[in-house]
T-cell receptor, first 113, second 112 residues
Framework: QKEVEQNSGPLSVPEGAIASLNCTYS??????FFWYRQYSGKSPELIMS????GDKEDGRFTAQLNKASQYVSLLIRDSQPSDSATYLC?????????????FGKGTKLSVKP | DVKVTQSSRYLVKRTGEKVFLECVQD?????MFWYRQDPGLGLRLIYF???????EKGDIPEGYSVSREKKERFSLILESASTNQTSMYLC???????????FGSGTRLTVV
């Protein structure tokens, strides 16, 4: 069974702190990794994609990928109350009955003013 | 920007009704997907399609069918709506099998 695991949270951080969200996946040959942000009652929005080992930065967001450890993370620097949302990790795993992109169940982040 | 449009934001239907949920994307994407999302259960794939007139079952196809007559349109059909199909339904599309998905705004369906 191809799986993507995330801590459901809630993860609570104070405003201005770094929020660290983690994700592990089961398929060693996965090639594409994504982070989605989902506000309550809204649909998921793609915020980061990463394809190779290392770090990828976009504004306050940094995605980190370690394929050997089958681990991908999202760091949010200078967290703002507007970052409060559920963050979904998604991993491209070919084959099976789940299409190609397997989603974790998400980590709920709460940023306290 | 890719746009994925779902025809209704909120929908209330009666038990036993046949329900059509429409999804249209405007960027010539090959791949389209239907998910439902329920609290604590995450996103669950119902059906997906990699080309016109083709469809593949996802994790929870029972009680649903789909239609893809044109590349840009992927319809989800609830043959006989039941209360356990009350959920948020999300359509998504992608350009390639390596790419991320773009989601529509979702349809919150209530079956009474």
């Amino acid at each position: 069974q191809k799986e993507v695991e995330q801590n459901s949270g809630p993860l609570s951080v104070p405003e201005g702190a770094i929020a660290s969200l983690n994700c592990t996946y089961s398929d060693r040959v996965s090639q594409s990794f994504f982070w989605y942000r989902q506000y309550s009652g809204k649909s998921p929005e793609l915020i980061m994609s990463i394809y190779s080992n290392g770090d990828k930065e976009d504004g306050r967001f940094t995605a980190q990928l370690n394929k050997a450890s089958q681990y991908v993370s999202l760091l949010i620097r200078d967290s703002q109350p507007s970052d409060s949302a559920t963050y979904l990790c998604a991993v491209n795993m070919k084959g099976g009955s789940q299409g190609n992109l397997i989603f974790g169940k998400g980590t709920k982040l709460s940023v306290k003013p | 920007d890719v746009k994925v449009t779902q025809s209704s934001r909120y929908l209330v239907k009666r038990t036993g009704e046949k329900v059509f949920l429409e999804c249209v994307q405007d960027m010539d994407h090959e791949n389209m997907f239907w998910y439902r999302q329920d609290p604590g259960l995450g996103l669950r794939l119902i059906y997906f399609s990699y080309d016109v007139k083709m469809k593949e079952k996802g994790d929870i196809p029972e009680g649903y069918s789909v239609s893809r007559e044109k590349k840009e349109r992927f319809s989800l059909i609830l043959e006989s709506a039941s209360t356990n199909q009350t959920s948020m339904y999300l359509c998504a599309s992608s350009f390639s099998d390596r790419g991320g998905y773009t989601f529509g705004s979702g349809t919150r369906l209530t079956v009474v």
